[in-house]
Nanobody, 122 residues
Framework: QVQLVESGGGLVQAGDSLRLSCAAS?????MGWFRQAPGKAREFVAA????????YYSDSVKGRFTVSRDNAKNLVYLQMNSLKPEDTALYYC??????????????????WGQGTQVTVSS
């Protein structure tokens, strides 16, 4: 049973930066970051392979966000720059556990954390 804990969220102004961290106690494979705003479905943000050599981003965050990991510390990071009000959401990290669909599909992930809130004011 793998437990994930997200941290690093907060209230910032548009254009500011935040770095989210995900502590994974246990083994890990591909790790994904997702976010969910009130009244909306959970959406893919970024993902990183176990080795860290492959990264993936949604079009809305590409060029602004960077995902990385430190396997020795069991940590995954999401560096968020040039934040926009539309980035406001509860951010989750998760472990990919299935491969029946694409890496962007939340249905392929499990062991979700509790999330960390990111709020960006205009």
């Amino acid at each position: 049973q793998v437990q994930l804990v997200e941290s690093g969220g907060g209230l910032v102004q548009a254009g500011d930066s935040l770095r989210l961290s995900c502590a994974a106690s246990g083994s890990a494979s591909t790790m994904g970051w997702f976010r969910q705003a009130p009244g909306k479905a959970r959406e893919f943000v970024a993902a990183i392979s176990w080795s860290g050599t492959s990264t993936y981003y949604s079009d809305s965050v590409k060029g602004r966000f960077t995902v990385s990991r430190d396997n020795a510390k069991n940590l995954v990071y999401l560096q968020m720059n040039s934040l926009k009000p539309e980035d406001t959401a509860l951010y989750y990290c998760a472990i990919r556990v299935a491969y029946y669909s694409t890496i962007y599909d939340s249905g392929n992930y499990g062991s979700w954390g509790q999330g960390t809130q990111v709020t960006v004011s205009s």
